[in-house]
């Protein structure tokens, strides 16, 4: 999985953004699988064309389990991955182990009980454009850290009974899970502060269990049985909470930003509440929360043709976020259609490992942005969408700052 030659291949780019969607165009360009750097002399295949990033999801030889595919490997070999390779999760896990860790969260998040959740979604949301609505004035607000990222963080946190003393410190760990230009000090303190993060919120359950998705955790199946393992207890909640939260973020302040920009996409949609979804899944296949998602592995020889052979043993990292935007999958994939009648994506990955999440995702988006757009109809930016700074990652997608005015759609020229 490590080379010492790493420095003579092209890095994934970390800025986000254009430069990252420009640069998986080059990797599409360059070949089927092209041969990429990571952190700590990482390296691995890079997939980018969308129909061989559908065919290796499902692929026989390709594993997600570091453990039972490399011979020898160590957890904790390598700092940066450690969230996304040594966990023991659904994430990480196959065949039966994978199903029986899905099993014990799968029933909360079945669409009859998505669909309860929605007056508390709704509840949320008008507290926060509550808060919003009374502090309002002249200056811009950054929307992404008062509305997209609070709207899905008190869902989860509700949903997996987080005490209101840890939120705090929880979420600003998740937070840094996504970052790729860290070094391998700051990843090895992550790992730390994650594994404290969760283990204080096992340790508050187990003292005092709640109708909540941890306190489910550790009591195991609906018998008592299937017990998780500490270890798995901890991966699966830093799993549920990072994804089920840092997806949602992505989503809703893309959605915001391109609305803002594509006047007649949100003119449409405030004149038929059924075109919601299409801006959600327009956002979506153009802006997936997840670019490049580490790591697989082949646990044979793969040829994809054209000269590419992936060796048993060689790691994948999968372009999610490169399929929606492959003019081989959209015709003009750049643009933000609302009407394109195939608006196929990844954004919430393919085959048995289709995230759990996704229905709470499109949940909480389909209530903020309507209702976000009825409380401040000259809801404008207040930067040119170009030079938004985005987070640092080559795995997430996400801006780093929406600086809005709530009443500025005629000081913005819209």
């Known amino acids: ?92 896990a196959e065949g039966g182990d994978h199903t029986r860790l899905r099993r014990l969260i799968g029933p909360a998040f079945s669409p009859r009980r998505i669909e309860a959740m929605r007056p508390g979604v709704h509840a949320v949301v008008d507290e926060l454009l ?70 204080r919120l096992l340790a508050a359950k187990r003292l005092e269990p709640g109708e909540d998705l941890t306190s489910r955790l550790i009591a195991g199946g609906e018998d008592g049985t299937d017990r998780l393992t500490e270890y798995e207890q901890n991966s699966t909640l830093q799993l549920m909470i990072g994804a089920g939260s840092q997806t949602s973020i992505a989503l809703i302040g893309h959605a915001v930003r391109e609305l803002l920009t594509n006047r007649r996409a949100l ?42 052979v992936v060796r048993t043993g060689d790691a994948l990292i999968i372009g999610f976020g490169a399929h ?33 999440g996704a229905p709470l995702a499109r949940l909480e988006a389909s209530v903020a942005l309507p209702a976000l757009f009825d409380r401040f109809p000259r809801l404008a930016l207040a930067a040119d969408p170009r030079e938004l700074p985005y987070r640092r990652s080559f795995i997430g997608n996400d801006v780093a700052s929406l600086p809005v005015f709530l009443d500025g759609a005629d000081r913005a020229g819209g």
């Open 324 to 356: 929606g935007r492959d003019p081989g999958t959209h015709e003009n994939p750049a643009d933000f259609d609302i009407d394109r009648a195939d608006k196929a994506h990844l954004a919430f990955g393919h085959g048995v490992h289709y995230c759990l």
């Open 130 to 199: 509550d808060e919003l609505a009374a502090e309002r004035g002249e200056g811009p607000v950054d929307l992404r850290e008062r509305f997209a990222h609070r709207v899905p963080t008190r869902v989860i946190c509700d949903l997996f009974g987080v005490p209101d003393e840890q939120r705090a410190s929880m979420l600003g760990v998740f937070d840094r899970v996504v970052a790729t230009d860290v070094t391998a000090a700051q990843s090895a303190e992550l790992r730390e502060d994650l594994m404290s993060a969760t283990g």
């Open 1 to 92: 999985m490590t080379s010492s030659g790493t420095s003579a291949l092209m890095r994934l780019d970390s800025t986000g953004g254009r430069p990252q969607y420009e640069q998986a165009d080059r990797l599409r360009a360059a070949g089927p699988a092209v041969r990429v750097g990571l952190p700590e002399d990482v390296t691995a295949w890079s997939v980018t064309r969308g129909d061989v990033i559908k065919k290796l999801l499902t692929h026989p030889a390709v594993s997600r389990d570091a453990r039972k595919s490399l011979p020898g490997y160590r957890p904790g070999t390598v700092s940066w991955l450690f969230p996304w390779v040594d966990a023991e999760s659904m994430f990480t």
């Open 267 to 308: 003119t449409a949609a405030l004149a038929d509440s059924a075109r919601w979804d299409d801006v959600i899944e327009e956002t979506l296949r153009l802006h997936p929360s997840v670019m490049h998602m580490p790591m697989r592995w082949a646990t044979e020889d793969i040829d994809l043709g054209d000269g590419v």
